[in-house]
């Protein structure tokens, strides 16, 4: 098993840029996809980014690509989303998940998720 922890979300201006990190506490970091996803007030969640076990594969939603970059340091169990030229419409919670092994963007294959970190872009 795998517990995450995000952070690094905050309220920043149209424009700006935000780094979120997930820190993985378990076994085996380098077991697991990392990936992100979000969820707005009153939508579904979706997905954002992911990345393979050693970073050589990652997958982005259209919505971000070119903007955002997911990365992950294993010798320090850590995810990241580097997200810039944020835009209002980028305003969720933004959760990190967890798989093993098979990459995916399909939110029910994740098995495991962090508690989210509240990302805010003001116009």
């Known amino acids: 098993q795998v517990q995450l922890v995000e952070s690094g979300g905050g309220l920043v201006q149209a424009g700006g840029s935000l780094r979120l990190s997930c820190a993985a506490s378990?076994?085996?970091?380098?077991?697991?996809?990392m990936a992100w996803f979000r969820q707005a007030r009153g939508q579904e969640r979706e997905f954002v980014a992911a990345?393979?076990?050693?970073?050589?594969?990652?997958r982005y939603a259209d919505s971000v690509k070119g903007r955002f970059t997911i990365s992950r340091d294993n010798a320090k169990n850590t995810a990241y989303l580097q997200m810039n030229s944020l835009k209002p419409e980028d305003t969720a919670v933004y959760y990190c998940?967890?798989?093993?092994?098979?990459?995916?963007?399909?939110?029910?294959?994740?098995?495991?998720w962090g508690q989210g970190t509240q990302v805010t872009v003001s116009s």
């Open positions: 990345i393979n076990w050693n970073g050589g594969s990652t």
């Open positions: 378990g076994r085996s970091f380098n077991n697991y996809v």
């Open positions: 998940a967890a798989r093993l092994y098979v990459m995916s963007t399909g939110r029910t294959t994740y098995n495991y």
